[in-house]
């Protein structure tokens, strides 16, 4: 069937956006779902900084390439041996798909899989076939997604259903900022009620690991962002406290808030800068993680004794540490008795027409959760 999609042929065009239009709307090729596959109609799929990593060649990809991960939609079609989805059917796409027999799936950590890991690389799908095309030439898949076009085929286990009734814009905030940021702080930090949590970087991510501190019934949590704006979004939010992270003494005054320092501090912002503000705010005997993708070539110099001395954990946390089937119904149910507000985060709606401009909004930090809107 012939889609519209946006389709990246170059990284490392130079901003803005809008002029140098990296991402061209292009009528491409989509071939029907194989065994164990799903084409989806899509209906909402947002803008997130993983995208705007490969746009702007911080996280190289083949190319060209359909980008878009984020993203919910209506089953239309099942591929052979799909039996528990079915045509109308509303799902949440997962970008790293869980192949259910390496040996991290056997072991609980889906977002590790070995296979998802190898086919995300090479641009194909788990099963390493690729169902995008034009005239003859091969589209690469983004991460087993594609979201941005109207339609996609998708591996079974890039899919959760969603029971009920919800808006496809908030289903699908669900597939990558809510299972990243509140995985982050609830799977991998661990956050305890009565703990004491920072979150450095407030984008979208950021913001949802905030409110998964929140939730987690942590008696204080400090955003810290550089945006003033971004700082008065998370106290409105429920943020304790708030330090502009571009200040002299930002450390010292977290360090004062906190007596000392967090007990789990979270880094979301992909920097080495915002990485070593999270690990010096971290108390003696605490835990920092980063949720962050920096440039593969950005290293951060670890303190080794203090490392030792000081007990310290440093933990990564990719797609939050979840397990999608387990845990995006779980966070779903949250939101649908208002403790997780994350519709909140949501900041436009636009059509797929505007995404060159949209990126620079997001490059520019002052945005949280752009959204394409398919009007099928």
Not at 334 to 351: A, C, E, F, K, T
Request: hydrophobic residues 40%.
């Amino acid at each position: 069937m012939k889609i519209k999609a946006a389709v990246l042929r170059q990284m490392g065009a130079v901003a803005p956006y809008a002029e140098s239009r990296p991402l061209s709307i292009e009528e491409v090729e989509l071939d029907p779902p194989g065994p164990g596959e799903v084409l989806v109609q899509v209906k909402a799929a947002s803008l997130c900084h993983s995208d705007l990593s490969v746009v702007n060649g911080d996280r190289p990809r083949p190319l060209p390439m359909v980008l878009g991960h984020e993203a919910s939609g209506i089953v239309a079609e099942c591929g052979p041996g799909v039996d528990d989805l079915a045509p109308g059917d509303h799902v949440v796409m997962i970008f790293v798909p869980s192949c259910g027999q390496c040996m991290p799936c056997m072991e609980g950590r889906p977002a590790l899989c070995e296979p998802a890991a190898a086919t995300n690389g090479a641009g194909t799908l788990l099963s390493g076939d690729r169902r995008l095309s034009r005239d003859g030439e091969a589209i690469h898949h983004h991460v087993g997604v594609s979201a941005f076009a109207e339609y996609t085929v998708v591996s079974r286990r890039s899919l959760v259903k969603v029971e009920g009734k919800l808006d496809h814009a908030e289903a699908a905030l669900f597939g990558c900022g809510v299972l990243t940021g509140v995985g982050a702080v609830v799977n991998t930090g661990d956050v305890r009620a009565g703990s004491t949590v920072a979150i450095v970087g407030l984008g979208g991510v950021g913001l949802n690991a905030m409110l998964g501190a929140i939730v987690s019934g942590a008696r204080q949590v400090v955003a810290i962002d550089m945006l003033d704006e971004k700082l008065d979004l998370a106290r409105q939010l429920g943020a304790t406290d708030t330090v502009n992270a571009g200040a002299a003494d930002a450390i010292e005054q977290v360090k004062a808030l906190t007596a000392g320092g967090v007990d789990v501090a979270v880094e979301t912002a992909g920097s080495v800068k915002a990485m070593e503000l999270a690990y010096r705010v971290t108390r003696r005997g605490g835990t920092t993680v980063t949720a962050g993708l920096p440039n593969p070539a950005h290293l951060w110099p670890l303190q080794h004794v203090n490392l030792v001395a000081e007990e310290r954990t440093v933990k990564g946390s990719y797609i939050g540490s979840c397990v999608p089937g387990r845990d995006l119904p779980r966070y779903i149910d949250l939101y649908r008795r208002g403790r997780l507000p994350v519709d909140r985060l949501m900041s436009d709606r636009i059509r797929l027409d505007d995404i060159n401009a949209a990126f620079d909004r997001l490059a520019s930090g002052r945005t949280v959760r752009q959204m394409v809107i398919f009007d099928h």
